[in-house]
């Protein structure tokens, strides 16, 4: 009921902000612009916002992202705000062509390391104060190391952690995988010396680290990572320059996988399969 809730909300904002849908189009005066900071230092948390260790029997790597995409941004103004009911600004678009609502990744914004992924006029943004900041993330790029015929490659990990992706088709990193129907969060590719695998994390697997999980729950398989700001977000409404809020995602050893001969390596082509791609806590800060 929780996903229904989320989805119904965010058909909702997106018809209320349909001026801001488009990360893409020209804003006029100041703006609240997000950016994407991929941190492998950054803490490793598990779904409750706590210090989490690699599970046993699995390996994990730290991988260097290339790109990463966001489905849904919302400000929430303390811990007691239930999913959807703060500021809701962004809301990706959607689509039913595989059957039940999803992503549409086809018109995703995939954006680097300290790039900006969504900006709004902060004259749109509703003024108050705000504590916490949930983005659901919706897919990874990033190069990790496989070992593949008894070698070390560098490797190329395409992941879908969004609720639901339609997916036509997407390039790992010279491959082109085509997939022309939906897939549910964990679904993922590898490319490594021109070949590419293919898999699927188990349902709820992939970590969605929220620190106000008792006041206010997320629903599984969403990807809406939570993260408080050090000091409070005020908006008045009367801003004259830009703020920009830095969203640092940690992916301290995020890409996890079933290690099945015990020897710290990803072997994809031996059967090794991921078992989280989920990002590994989020702290949002911001500058003028």
Same mark, same amino acid.
């Given at each position: 009921?929780?996903?229904?809730?989320?989805?119904?909300? #965010?058909?909702?904002?997106?018809?209320?902000?349909?001026? *801001? @849908? %488009?990360?893409?189009?020209?804003? +006029? $005066?100041?703006?609240?612009?997000?950016?994407?900071?991929?941190?492998?230092?950054?803490?490793?948390?598990?779904?409750?916002?706590?210090?989490?260790?690699?599970?046993?029997?699995?390996?994990?790597?730290?991988?260097?992202?290339?790109?990463?995409?966001?489905?849904?941004?919302?400000?929430?103004?303390?811990?007691?705000?239930?999913?959807?009911?703060?500021?809701?600004?962004?809301?990706?678009?959607?689509?039913?062509?595989?059957? #039940?609502?999803?992503? !549409?990744?086809?018109?995703?914004?995939?954006?680097?390391?300290? @790039?900006?992924?969504?900006?709004?006029?902060?004259?749109? =943004?509703?003024?108050? +104060?705000?504590?916490?900041?949930?983005?659901?993330?919706?897919?990874?790029?990033? @190069?990790?190391?496989?070992?593949?015929?008894?070698?070390?490659?560098?490797?190329?990990?395409?992941?879908?952690?969004?609720?639901?992706?339609?997916?036509?088709?997407?390039?790992?990193? &010279?491959?082109?995988?085509? =997939?022309?129907?939906?897939?549910?969060?964990?679904?993922?590719?590898?490319?490594?010396?021109?070949?590419?695998?293919?898999?699927?994390?188990? @349902? $709820?697997?992939?970590?969605?680290?929220?620190?106000?999980?008792?006041? #206010?729950?997320?629903?599984?398989?969403? *990807?809406?990572?939570?993260? !408080?700001?050090?000091?409070?977000?005020?908006?008045?409404?009367?801003? &004259?320059? !830009?703020?920009?809020?830095?969203?640092?995602? #940690?992916?301290?050893?995020?890409?996890?996988?079933?290690?099945? %001969?015990?020897?710290?390596?990803?072997?994809?082509?031996?059967?090794?399969? =991921?078992? !989280? /791609?989920?990002?590994?806590? /989020?702290?949002?800060?911001?500058?003028?």
């Amino acid at each position: 009921m929780l996903k229904r809730l989320l989805l119904l909300g #965010s058909f909702a904002a997106a018809a209320i902000l349909s001026s *801001c @849908e %488009n990360p893409t189009e020209p804003a +006029t $005066g100041a703006r609240l612009i997000f950016k994407f900071k991929f941190d492998s230092t950054q803490t490793r948390l598990n779904n409750i916002g706590q210090p989490s260790t690699i599970a046993a029997g699995n390996a994990a790597q730290s991988p260097r992202f290339r790109s990463a995409s966001a489905h849904y941004i919302e400000l929430a103004p303390d811990a007691l705000t239930a999913l959807g009911k703060g500021n809701v600004l962004y809301v990706a678009p959607e689509t039913n062509a595989g059957g #039940s609502t999803a992503i !549409d990744f086809s018109k995703s914004v995939l954006v680097g390391d300290n @790039e900006e992924f969504f900006a709004v006029p902060l004259s749109q =943004v509703k003024p108050g +104060t705000y504590k916490w900041l949930r983005v659901s993330l919706a897919y990874q790029n990033a @190069e990790v190391t496989v070992r593949y015929n008894g070698v070390n490659y560098p490797a190329t990990i395409a992941g879908f952690v969004g609720f639901n992706t339609y997916i036509n088709s997407f390039k790992v990193n &010279t491959q082109t995988v085509a =997939v022309n129907a939906n897939k549910k969060q964990g679904f993922w590719a590898a490319e490594v010396a021109g070949l590419t695998f293919q898999g699927q994390a188990p @349902e $709820g697997a992939v970590t969605v680290p929220n620190p106000i999980f008792a006041t #206010s729950p997320i629903p599984q398989g969403s *990807c809406v990572v939570t993260g !408080d700001f050090s000091q409070a977000l005020t908006i008045s409404g009367n801003e &004259t320059q !830009d703020v920009v809020v830095t969203v640092s995602l #940690s992916v301290n050893k995020s890409f996890e996988w079933k290690d099945d %001969n015990r020897n710290g390596l990803f072997e994809p082509a031996s059967g090794e399969m =991921v078992v !989280d /791609m989920g990002f590994r806590g /989020m702290k949002p800060s911001y500058a003028q």
